[in-house]
């Protein structure tokens, strides 16, 4: 069974900081990884999809890795925002798994200014 | 371009009422799906279809109906509303070529069952 973990469960960085965010898995037989934000009280917005022949993908500031043989990825935040405070969800799309995204329980950031 | 539309976005039932949640997407996409999302439970899938006329059941179903009649539409009902199912309900789609393609969510339907 895949079980998806993101450590911590939440952080605090003063504004301009770089920061990483991690996401760790059990099964490496995945379609694909997506990282979501999601915002209190609303929706889940897809940041980055990596694809499980690929090794990272980037937009603006956000840059994820993937590194399945370790069951491992990170986001990666540049230059962090008091905008970018929002809770961050990283979701596994396993093989065989009939459309099950597996996701972990999230890291709530805020970016003081 | 609508993506994932979800309908009502609150809603407040009495134990034992039923409703419908529904969902409609424009994007052609063959997959759809049902989460629920609770405190320091994560989302959790509950049912999902692979096509019109296909369904199957994810981690959480019991209390909950879907069907799929359409490609566009994947309505969830609640059969008889219970406290436990006060959530907030998550309804996303795939196209079919999912390797490539992420999943879109739609903003979500807030439930509470008093």
């Known amino acids: 069974k895949q079980e998806v973990t993101q450590i911590p469960a939440a952080l605090s960085v003063p504004e301009g900081e770089n920061l990483v965010l991690n996401c760790s898995f059990t099964?490496?037989?995945?379609?694909?990884l997506q990282w979501f934000r999601q915002d209190p009280g609303k929706g889940l917005t897809s940041l980055l999809l990596i694809q499980s022949s690929q090794r990272e993908q980037t937009s603006g500031r956000l840059n994820a890795s993937l590194d399945k043989s370790s069951g491992r990825s990170t986001l990666y935040i540049a230059a962090s925002q008091p905008g970018d405070s929002a809770t961050y969800l990283c979701a596994v799309h396993s093989i065989g798994a009939n459309s099950k995204l597996t996701f972990g329980k999230g890291i709530t950031l805020s970016v003081r200014p | 371009n609508a993506g994932v539309t979800q309908t009502p976005k609150f809603q407040v039932l009495k134990t034992g009422q039923s409703m419908t949640l529904q969902c409609a997407q424009d994007?052609?996409?063959?997959?759809m799906s049902w989460y629920r999302q609770d405190p320091g439970m994560g989302l959790r899938l509950i049912h999902y279809s692979v096509g019109a006329g296909i369904t199957d059941q994810g981690e959480v179903p019991n209390g909950y109906n879907v069907s799929r009649s359409t490609t566009e539409d994947f309505p969830l009902r609640l059969l008889s509303a219970a406290p436990s199912q006060t959530s907030v309900y998550f309804c996303?789609?795939?196209?079919?070529?999912?390797?490539?393609?992420?999943?879109?969510f739609g903003s979500g339907t807030r439930l509470t069952v008093v």
């Open positions: 099964d490496s037989a995945i379609y694909n």
């Open positions: 994007m052609n996409h063959e997959y």
């Open positions: 996303a789609s795939s196209p079919l070529d999912r390797e490539f393609y992420g999943y879109t």
